[in-house]
Structure formats: C-alpha cells, structure tokens
C-alpha cells in the first residue's frame, strides 16, 4: 500500500498546505546525528552514485508516520527522511528528496529521475515485476471507521454490504476486495469499494458519511490518533501483513546490495531501532530484498 491514508484527517494543516504536491525537491531535517561514512560500503555503489555523489529519492505527501510535514508542507522528519538521511550518509551520498504525485513515483524511478522510492511502499509480488525492494518494516492494514461510530462496528465482518473507501492505485483496493470475497465466502453481501483518486478524497468520504469504513496502515491509524487526535476508530485487528521497503530499479542489483548492506549496519549498531523506535515501531530483525516473495 502507498501509505498515505489518513494524512489529512491526522491534521487539517496538512490538508491545507498539500494540494497538488507537485515536485519540489527538499533537504530532509531532523537533529538527529548522522553515521560516519564508511569506505567499504561507499565502494559496494554503482559508479553512477559514486560520480554524483548524491542519493534521489522520489515520496509523496503527506504521509504520517513516514513523512511529517510542517504548515507549508516541507518534510520535518518522520521514517522515510531519517533512515533515508542514515543510509545516505554511511554510504558517503548527500540526501535529496522529492515530492511528487504518486501516479509518477514508481515510473520516476523506471526512467531514471530517482535513485529510488521510499514512502512507506508495499512490497508485492505484482511491483517486483518491475522494480526492487530493499526491506526494513514489516506493517499491515486495519479498518477505520469515523469516531462517531466507534463501538458500532466491532470486525472485519461488519464491513460486509457496506462502503469502503480506499486509494486508486494502491493496494488499498486489493485488500478491500479480499474483504469482500470473504463475505461473499460467508454467505454475506459483498464490499460496495470505492475508488478515490487522493488520501484526501478517501478521507472526505469517511468524514462526510459517504463511506462506512477506509482501509488504512495500522502503524498510520495509530499515530494519527495518538498524536493528531485523528476523528477516526480502529474496527479490525491487523490483517493483510506486507513488508515495507525501498523500491529499485530491477536491473539495479548493485544498489540494492549496498543499501541493504548500509541498512544491516545501521541494524548492528542499533541506529535503525532507535529512528523507529522514535515513532514507536521496530525495523524488521533482519533487512532483505524482495521479503515478499522470498519468504526469509
């Protein structure tokens, strides 16, 4: 799932300042140290980064807890900046982020104008057909229901014959349908889906009563109630588990074994923990490509 559910019911601020997002390229902040530089994976890089000495990333807003935003929507901190600024500097490469529209982010990297994508990506077995994943979280997906009904829907059977609304072109969609097809199993009225073209519009139609629940990110309904006071109650326990990683290039090999080299050093000394650990989660045990379909 492109992990922005939520974004604008954590924080009308952010719903303001993101509209289009456009593509504006920003240093990423955050007071937290940074790694040394360590010559041994700096020289594992493609000759290309080595040359240009900068690590492009391509994200897109908002996205809470990946991407925190400030009222004019540049990027304060969050997961995706902070263990993007860590990996970046024990390779040796300057940090570069860019905000665009998400129908643009994986075909950014494709073409070339990013390094990579890190937004809070699913890794799925349909993406590694055409890309790479370096994976460090592991998450999965929760139904949320408007504040106003918590306690009237207790499970993910109370969303049979009613209304979801999830992101087009996410796997949002995927698990709403699989939701359905386990009503229909049960001898219960389908999942009337939805399809909204931005988190804002699916948002929308939680708030205004025109869909019944949403499919977010658990780690995402979470924070946005615990620190954005979100309008919003978690219905279901976890279900649809994925791994979260950096999404590649398919032919870039030799990126991905420095990244997750980079990533498995920061795991030793604990530094990828404690940037987690900062929005109350954990890194997987062991970072590794393509987790989802390689099964370790």
């Known amino acids: 799932m492109l992990r922005h559910v939520l974004a604008a019911v954590a924080a009308v601020g952010l719903l303001a300042a993101c509209g289009d997002p456009g593509a504006t390229q920003q ?4 007071d937290a140290p940074l790694p040394a530089k360590d010559q041994a994976l700096h020289d594992l890089l493609p000759q290309r980064l080595k040359d240009a000495g900068v690590l492009k ?17 540049n990027i304060t901190g969050g997961i995706t900046p902070e263990v993007g600024r860590a990996v970046a500097a024990k390779l040796g490469l300057r940090y570069e982020i860019e905000n665009i529209a998400w129908e643009a982010l994986l075909p950014g990297v494709t073409a070339g104008r990013f390094d990579m ?7 799925t077995a349909e993406r590694q057909r055409v890309g790479l994943f370096v994976d460090y979280m592991q998450s999965a997906s929760v ?3 408007a504040k106003s009904n918590e306690g009237k ?40 889906v939805t399809q909204y073209p931005t988190a804002q519009d699916a948002d929308l139609a939680l708030r205004s009563g025109q869909a019944d629940f949403q499919v977010a990110v658990t780690e995402q309904a979470k924070y946005a109630i615990k620190e954005q006071n979100a309008p919003i109650a978690i219905v279901s326990e976890d279900f649809a588990p994925t ?9 870039d090999e030799q ?18 923990d404690r940037i987690i650990g900062r929005y109350g989660l954990r890194p997987l045990a062991e970072p590794g490509v393509n987790l989802a379909t390689s099964g370790s």
């Open 27 to 30: 240093q990423a902040q955050s």
């Open 57 to 73: 990333v391509g994200t897109t807003l908002p996205n809470l807890p990946y991407l925190l935003t400030d009222s004019n929507n």
């Open 117 to 123: 994508a890190d937004d809070g990506l699913s890794d």
């Open 143 to 145: 139904l949320v229901t």
């Open 153 to 192: 829907y207790k499970s993910l059977e109370d969303a049979c014959g009613k209304r979801v609304a999830t992101i087009r072109g996410t796997t949002d969609v995927q698990h709403a349908e699989e939701v359905s097809q386990d009503c229909l199993t049960k001898g219960k009225p389908a999942v009337e």
């Open 243 to 251: 791994y979260v990683g950096m999404y590649l290039r398919k032919d």
């Open 255 to 272: 990126f991905a074994d420095a990244l997750l080299a980079a990533l498995k050093a920061l795991k030793a000394d604990g530094s990828l």
